[in-house]
């Protein structure tokens, strides 16, 4: 595992996606809350710096009211669809306001200013909550999941799990929201859903397939395996260690999980689902990381070396060549997240993994590149020498 350049604020519970060659990370809990609109974008070819960009909101009235920025401190669902970031919930902290949040806001990564998405049917959407999942699948949102504040209809239909004497409360609903008509939905999906919860990891693992893991639910954290078919809205599971024997992951909440393979394209071979640290039972941050086939639900735990343990952090995989795979971790916490001991409990590190074998073309470029002032690259013919200047390889 290597360590690679640090995050410039310290954080955890932050937004990221990403776009192209480039990861955005949006906001997140800070020791000072400082810079709170700015994205922080690191190329991930060389991962030697963070870059600044400070957005704004966009000043023209749209759907009858002010756009303004995405609300949300941490626990902000994200996503991308095409060259722009869709923001969801998310926990609310300004000065002694606490709140949830159910909005939804994009960012144009071209102009780099906020938009307030205005449904045209707002009382079919989520409640105001955080800690939920989203993915993109047709040029639709899908949200499930969370924690926060549930409205009567949602507690009528008995979507939402209350601990007594809690305002809050986890919630399973799903929604969609349609781009194309700027409208909520709900599907109609057959098997059982998981029970309500929040912090867990949802991650899309091929065109039509998510893969629930983990969580908290109103008793306590679970390990529980849940995978939503989108393409025919059906769930599959609670999937469940069968006897003690069979390596399975304890119980967690606030880990990441990414697919090892590009789940935009087709892959013969097994999915597999990386799931990262997280929370145990007692809070206390989980040092190990697993690998699932997907396919034949089979867990495997990996090597991880110590001190690595933390949770509420963020993780992205991106696929330089078919059939490899590099991971990229950064902020969280080491500690107990429940035990404030000031700027030691929020992470800055970077780490990156590497999964797969090269193909034997990016090797030989890596090689070339690597060893350029002995190569005599205006001779090598225009296709190879593209690769290797311009860092795709």
Not at 54 to 68: A, I, L
Not at 135 to 159: A, P, R, T
Request: with cysteine.
């Amino acid at each position: 595992m290597d360590k690679l350049t640090s995050l410039e604020l310290a954080r955890y519970g932050a937004a990221v996606c990403l776009v192209g060659e480039e990861l955005y990370v949006w906001r997140g809990d800070s020791a000072n809350n400082v810079d709170r609109d700015a994205v922080y974008i690191l190329n991930i070819n060389n991962c030697k710096r963070w870059k600044k960009v400070n957005t704004k909101p966009y000043q023209e009235v749209e759907g009858g009211m002010q756009s303004e920025i995405s609300p949300g401190n941490c626990s902000v669902a994200m996503c991308a669809v095409g060259d722009v970031l869709y923001t969801f919930g998310g926990w609310v902290c300004e000065q002694f306001y606490y709140s949830r949040s159910n909005a939804l806001h994009k960012l144009d990564l071209h102009d780099m200013l906020w938009r307030k998405v205005v449904p045209i049917n707002p009382k079919n959407g989520p409640g105001m909550k955080d800690k939920c999942g989203m993915v993109e699948y047709k040029n639709k949102l899908c949200i499930f999941g969370g924690y926060g504040y549930q409205s009567d209809h949602q507690l009528k239909n008995k979507l939402w799990s209350k601990t007594p004497g809690d305002l809050l409360c986890w919630t399973n609903e799903l929604h969609l929201y349609e781009l194309d008509t700027d409208q909520w939905s709900v599907p109609e999906c057959s098997g059982t859903p998981p029970a309500p919860c929040a912090a867990f990891s949802f991650t899309k693992v091929d065109e039509h397939r998510v893969v629930l893991f983990g969580g908290r639910q109103c008793e306590g954290r679970v390990n529980e395996l849940h995978i939503l078919n989108m393409e025919q809205w059906i769930w599959s599971g609670p999937i469940t260690q069968l006897v003690d024997i069979d390596p399975w992951p304890i119980a967690r909440s606030l880990h990441t999980a990414v697919c090892l393979q590009d789940p935009s394209l087709p892959c013969s071979s097994h999915r597999q689902l990386l799931v990262l640290w997280g929370m145990d039972q007692d809070a206390e941050p989980i040092n190990d990381l697993w690998l699932l086939d997907v396919d034949q639900l089979l867990w495997r735990q990996l090597p991880c070396g110590q001190g690595n343990a933390r949770v509420w952090h963020n993780t992205i995989a991106y696929y330089p060549s078919q059939g490899e795979a590099h991971v990229l971790t950064f902020g969280g916490s080491s500690k107990n997240i429940f035990r404030w001991e000031g700027e030691v409990c929020r992470l800055s590190d970077v780490a990156k993994m590497e999964f797969g074998v090269k193909s034997l073309f990016r090797s030989c470029v890596l090689h070339i590149r690597s060893n350029m002032d002995q190569y005599k690259l205006h001779l090598l013919p225009a296709s190879i020498t593209q690769y290797i200047s311009d860092g795709n390889y």
